[in-house]
């Protein structure tokens, strides 16, 4: 299966930006469709944003217009640039990969251990 890793979160003070890093370790060489998710303490797992093998994104509407995900070039790499943060987006943020074909073998969709970002 795909194996996750999330980096980039940390304690920042409202208004300023952040940027996460989701890499896959394995399967480097497929482009999965790749989502942010986020959980906060006492609250369900909530959608962030997601983009796609064509490169179109979508987002939820609490992040539209401050959130941005993005590809670097690398194929096993996916960007969450986070601006303008507020004490609301503190919360756990994940990554998942959709299930696809890849290399002939059914990968199924997987989730990274999680970030922290933490905003005051």
């Known amino acids: 299966h795909v194996q996750l890793v999330e980096s980039g979160g940390g304690s920042v003070q409202a208004g300023r930006s952040l940027r996460l890093t989701c890499v896959a370790t394995t399967y480097t060489y497929c482009r999965f469709d790749m989502s942010w998710y986020r959980q906060s303490p006492g609250k369900g797992r909530e959608f962030v944003g997601q983009?796609?093998?064509?490169?179109?994104?979508t987002y939820a509407d609490s992040v539209q217009g401050r959130f941005i995900i993005s590809r670097p070039g690398a194929v096993n790499t996916v960007y969450l640039e986070m601006n303008n943060l507020k004490p609301d987006d503190t919360a756990m943020y994940y990554c998942k990969s959709d299930p696809r074909y890849c290399g002939g073998y059914y990968v199924a969709d997987a989730w990274g251990r999680g970030t922290q970002v933490t905003v005051s």
């Open positions: 983009i796609v093998n064509d490169g179109s994104t």
